[in-house]
């Protein structure tokens, strides 16, 4: 098993504890490598790091081209390694490879993207009321960014936060789920081999309360970039408070695709399968819940549950495969836990509703791709996220209902909607409370579309042009140009 090692300050470095933990492969729930645990003193030196390179070294005095060019270069160099990083993901996280391969693809764009952006970031001149005085404003980097990342889209989350964050100027530790933390590891080698400067981007690996603790803590953070579960991120917004960090959080949904009668129904089973058992239900756009219209509930059902029997479940780097294991060991509890939990709420069990005891599924952590109907909007299975292939269909009657019934939880991260009505595409896109809506697709993502959650499900944006304003502050520059010296005691 190959053992890792973590990015400080430029150094392939062990870590202080002189301890490794095991990364497991979903598929075959046998370790697979070796993983630095990461502490408090590996997360000081990585912030000093960071904070060196940030203040006195070669970072700061690239021009803001040149700071793009090492993005785009970062960038150029991931698409020759996308093949290779995405067979990591696959064997780290159990995702499909047909999957991590075009999330690999894609992240090239990030850099490319956000390079593009770094020398455009401009301030303003304020026509300012006050005779005799410039004022203009100025953009600039935080300082030292912590970005803390999930197991299930690693390196395709990390990019959203990296790329941004450094084509701002800043500098970055990160700190990769303990679950995958193995292509975060062998990505940055790439940017020693783009040319980044030591220390502008570090790695420390290890667990949340280990390394992410003291690293949102740490007083030489500025800024906390978090991807995960609601509730760390709550505990998470907490300790950055205390500091008067600022944050960015994508906490997760419990999105809902809602099809109308006068849906193209053909394309509408496609979406709704694909929201939920695509990536085995281990996103956070996952379409969980399903609003059918009550005329076509029956019918569209029926549907459902005919596409979803005809998922080929098994070995994930197997490119046939189309739907995989749970990447861990504890989520896999946890989607089995919310099965019996529906279960005993009187949720009718239509498909699944089990362990895949499946030859072709080996040793994995597989759940049958599970669908319930007769589920009400109240029950938990219809609140909570679950995170894995399950399903909860709820008929509806009107859009107004609809509308209830899909902003009736603590989330609102994504929606999709299902019409050929442009007049309830619209009012449906304006009524739902999410940060995306789709409308005749589902999971679509862009390098330059804003994407976030309404409320539980986050804070702040990322991707597009907005998210690099979440790596900026803004500072006001006043110069008197008339030499009028002003009354010392009253107020300009
Ligand atoms: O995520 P955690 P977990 C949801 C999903 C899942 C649940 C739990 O519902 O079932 O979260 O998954 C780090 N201080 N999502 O437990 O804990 C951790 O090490 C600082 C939704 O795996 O949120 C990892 O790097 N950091 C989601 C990161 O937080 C801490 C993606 C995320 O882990 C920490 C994943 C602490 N005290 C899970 N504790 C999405 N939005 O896509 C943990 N971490």
Redesign the pocket.
């Known amino acids: 098993m190959k053992k890792h090692r973590m990015l400080i300050g430029g150094q392939w470095v062990e870590p202080a504890s002189g301890a490794w933990f095991e990364s497991v492969n979903p598929f075959t729930a046998a370790p697979w490598a070796l993983v630095p645990r990461g502490g408090k003193d590996d997360v000081d030196r990585a912030v000093a790091a960071a904070k060196a390179a940030f203040y006195d070294g070669e970072w700061r005095k690239l021009t803001a081209t040149a700071r793009g060019a090492l993005l785009r270069r970062l960038g150029d160099i991931i698409a020759a390694e996308a093949p290779a990083l995405a067979e990591i993901e696959t064997t780290d996280n159990g995702k499909l490879i047909a999957e991590m391969r075009g999330q690999l693809n894609y992240v090239p764009q990030w850099f490319h993207y956000f390079g593009g952006l770094a020398d455009k970031i401009e301030g303003r001149v304020i026509p300012i009321d006050k005779p005799g005085v410039f004022n203009f404003t100025r953009e600039e980097p935080l300082g030292v960014v912590a970005a803390?990342?999930?197991?299930?889209s690693p390196l395709l989350l990390a990019a959203w936060k990296l790329a941004p964050a450094l084509a701002a100027g800043n500098t970055v530790v990160w700190?990769?789920?303990?679950?995958s933390s193995v292509s975060a590891l062998v990505f940055g080698e790439l940017f020693e081999r783009a040319g980044f400067p030591p220390g502008v981007v570090n790695i420390v690996t290890g667990?949340?309360?280990e390394v992410?603790?003291p690293l949102?803590t740490h007083g030489d953070v500025a800024k906390i970039a978090?991807?995960?579960?609601d509730r760390?991120?709550e505990?998470?917004y907490q300790?950055a408070a205390r500091g008067i960090k600022r944050i960015t959080l994508?906490?997760?949904g419990k999105s809902a695709n809602i099809v109308f009668d006068d849906a193209d129904l053909d394309e509408a089973v496609k979406g709704v399968v694909s929201g939920i058992f695509a990536a085995t239900g281990q996103?956070?756009i996952a379409g969980s819940r399903a609003l059918i219209h009550r005329p076509i509930h029956e019918k569209f059902v029926e549907r459902l549950l005919a596409l979803a029997r005809t998922a080929r479940m098994g070995n994930p780097l197997d490119a046939a495969t189309q739907v995989g294991p749970i990447t861990?060991r504890p989520?896999y509890e946890?989607v089995l836990d919310y099965i019996r939990i529906a279960k005993d709420e009187g949720a009718v069990c239509r498909l699944g509703g089990t362990p895949a005891n499946r030859p072709e599924c080996g040793s994995g952590w597989f759940v049958e791709p599970t669908i319930f109907t007769g589920v009400q909007p109240g029950m938990r299975i219809a609140q909570e996220?679950v995170?894995g292939p399950v399903l909860s269909i709820i008929p509806f009657d009107t859009e107004e209902e609809a509308v209830r019934i899909a902003n009736g939880t603590v989330y609102g991260l994504a929606a999709g909607v299902w019409t050929t009505s442009i007049r309830r595409a619209l009012t449906m896109s304006e009524r739902l409370e999410a940060g995306t809506v789709w409308v005749n697709t589902y999971r679509a993502v862009s390098y330059m579309s804003p994407f976030g959650g309404y409320k539980r499900s986050g804070i702040g944006r990322e991707s597009g042009i907005e998210a690099i304003r979440e790596y900026l502050q803004t500072k006001s520059v006043w110069i008197d140009i008339a030499g009028n010296a002003p009354n010392p005691f009253v107020m300009r």
């Open positions: 803390i990342t999930p197991w299930n700190k990769p789920s303990e679950f667990y949340g309360n992410g603790e949102i978090f991807t995960g579960g760390t991120g505990h998470v300790l994508e906490l997760g996103t956070c861990t989520q946890k996220e995170f």
